[in-house]
């Protein structure tokens, strides 16, 4: 177990990046990204909890490259966290390879399949930022890809799938990072274009009658705001928040204010909104963290 994290410019501390968000026995559980290390170099898999977006706990490594997982020693990367069956599923990116681990708690222990879910080569595109969706029916789905976006209903283990049922295409300027979220009817894949490196990298949206779409493009959804020095915003994760309203968090990277860049990134909260019309709010991104506190079960 770790120390409280207070870093002042983001909540959960600089030099993190790709957050996943889930909600588990009362908190908030954040999954990213290690940074700071030239090519995106780590090796291992932290996780972090709290009870409001702000105030954060280091709950330590949750999963080691090399060690716990044998079939892939770098490059762990954008990590995707789903709970399901009263387990909870780590999928993530190692040496442009997609894994899947399972724990019975959020901070682990995760015990690896023990080889890729998605090999590098199985599909079109580079095999990196899985991303998880469970429909209201049960069903859990699996996206991922860079240059093409590629999504799959995962079988009940969580943790295998019919390569013949995976789904393929190119949403407009997709670079990575594919992700999909269900408001009433309607489902939205929401995505991350140009670079991480650069300051124009930025979250687009389309949505579509079900989770493998087919999808219009809606256009922009986060970008950058230089005036505020605020640059960098996409790899995002979509949450809604615990309680009985209707409200959404967007949690993303942007680089770290001041002297960030694609290597040295940090993790931002905000609010999503969901007009009436069916489209989404454009996210005007916060200089400073929301709270968002669970409510007493």
């Known amino acids: ?58 709950e330590g490594v949750v999963l080691r490259l090399g060690v716990d997982v044998r079939w892939a020693a770098r490059h762990a990367w954008a990590p995707a966290i789903v709970e399901r069956h009263g387990a909870f599923y780590l999928y993530f990116t190692a040496e442009q390879n997609i894994g899947v681990a399972r724990a019975d708690t959020p901070t682990g222990p995760f015990e690896d399949l023990g080889r890729p879910l998605v090999a590098a080569g199985d599909f079109p595109g580079v095999a990196i930022d899985p991303s998880v969706f469970t429909d209201d029916d049960g069903v859990t789905y699996l996206y991922w890809g860079n240059g093409v976006a590629h999504g799959v209903p995962l079988h009940d283990d969580l943790m295998s799938f019919d390569p013949d049922q995976v789904v393929s295409w190119v949403p407009t300027g997709f670079r990575e990072a594919a992700t999909v979220h269900r408001h009433h009817d309607r489902y939205y894949l929401s995505w991350s274009e140009n670079d991480t490196r650069e300051p124009d990298y930025r979250v687009r949206y389309a949505v579509g009658p079900g989770p493998l779409g087919p999808w219009q493009d809606r256009g922009v959804l986060l970008e950058k705001s230089p005036g505020r020095g605020i640059v960098g915003t996409g790899h995002h994760t979509i949450l809604r928040a615990p309680g009985d309203g209707d409200r959404w968090i967007i949690a993303y990277h942007r680089f770290a204010i001041p002297g960030g860049d694609g290597f ?7 609010w999503l909104v969901h007009r009436p019309d069916g489209d989404l709010e454009p996210v005007s991104p916060a200089r400073t963290p929301i709270r968002a506190p669970i409510p007493p079960r």
């Open 1 to 58: 177990m770790g120390g409280v994290i207070a870093e002042p410019a983001s909540p959960v501390g600089r030099h993190l990046a790709d957050p996943s968000l889930v909600v588990a026995g009362g908190r908030y559980y954040l999954y990213p990204t290690t940074d700071g290390h030239p090519g995106w170099g780590a090796t291992s898999f932290s996780a972090y909890s709290s009870s409001d977006l702000v105030d954060w706990r280091d």
């Open 264 to 270: 040295h990134r940090e993790i931002m909260f905000d």
